[in-house]
Antibody, heavy 116, light 107 residues
Framework: EVQLVESGGGLVQPGGSLRLSCVVSGFTFNANGMTWVRQAPGRGLEWVSGISASGTTTYYADSVKGRFTISRDNSKDMLYLQMNSLRAEDTALYYC?????????WGQGTLVTVSS | EIVLTQSPATLSLSPGERATLSCRASQSVSSYLAWYQQKPGQAPRLLIYESSNRATGIPARFSGSGSGTDFTLTISSLEPEDFAVYYCQQRNNWPETFGQGTRLETK
């Protein structure tokens, strides 16, 4: 059974930092690109960042470029999102998703709230 | 950035009816378009990829078509569990983008 489980969300003040993690099982992690997608409360889906299977190639949405860093540890089947300089508009449920192109499997998300 | 525009924003239908959802891209995405279903409190579920290929386990009542800039998701006969929000997504170019969603509600 494929599982993706996110963690690391929480309440943080504007300008603060958080590191999200996603542990996966049930598929060959090191053969798959991975993606972070977020969803603000009551809003649609917004792609945040993607990383290739090897970790050598990364992409970011303009809205997070320079503030967020995606990474992975293929020895631990772990995906990460380091989020710095957080803003109120980063408040959202953050999903990790399998796939570099289409996203067959998703976690249940971890909620990030940026507020003073 | 490629903008995906979905229509209608809300579609009100009854079980057993046919649903037709549209997604239009601001420039060609070839056939690199997918459809997702999202129910309240749940993660999105992949329905269709590469415009017309059903994902694993997706019922045959779901079908996708189109290429270039105009795409359609059709649900041939609505079941009660199909009422949800549907998103299209393109991966022809970075950044990956999603449409704003179509809410399919019970009439």
């Amino acid at each position: 059974e494929v599982q993706l489980v996110e963690s690391g969300g929480g309440l943080v003040q504007p300008g603060g930092s958080l590191r999200l993690s996603c542990v996966v099982s049930g598929f060959t992690f090191n053969a798959n690109g991975m993606t972070w997608v977020r969803q603000a409360p009551g809003r649609g889906l917004e792609w945040v960042s993607g990383i290739s299977a090897s970790g050598t190639t990364t992409y970011y949405a303009d809205s997070v470029k320079g503030r967020f860093t995606i990474s992975r540890d293929n020895s631990k089947d772990m995906l990460y999102l380091q989020m710095n300089s957080l803003r109120a508009e980063d408040t959202a449920l953050y999903y990790c998703a399998q796939g570099w192109q289409w996203h067959d499997y998703w976690g249940q998300g971890t909620l990030v709230t940026v507020s003073s | 950035e490629i903008v995906l525009t979905q229509s209608p924003a809300t579609l009100s239908l009854s079980p057993g009816e046919r649903a037709t959802l549209s997604c239009r891209a601001s420039q060609s995405v070839s056939s690199y378009l997918a459809w997702y279903q999202q129910k309240p409190g749940q993660a999105p579920r992949l329905l269709i990829y590469e415009s017309s290929n059903r994902a694993t386990g997706i019922p045959a009542r779901f079908s996708g078509s189109g290429s270039g800039t105009d795409f359609t998701l059709t649900i041939s006969s609505l079941e009660p569990e199909d009422f949800a929000v549907y998103y299209c997504q393109q991966r022809n170019n970075w950044p990956e983008t999603f449409g704003q969603g179509t809410r399919l509600e019970t009439k």
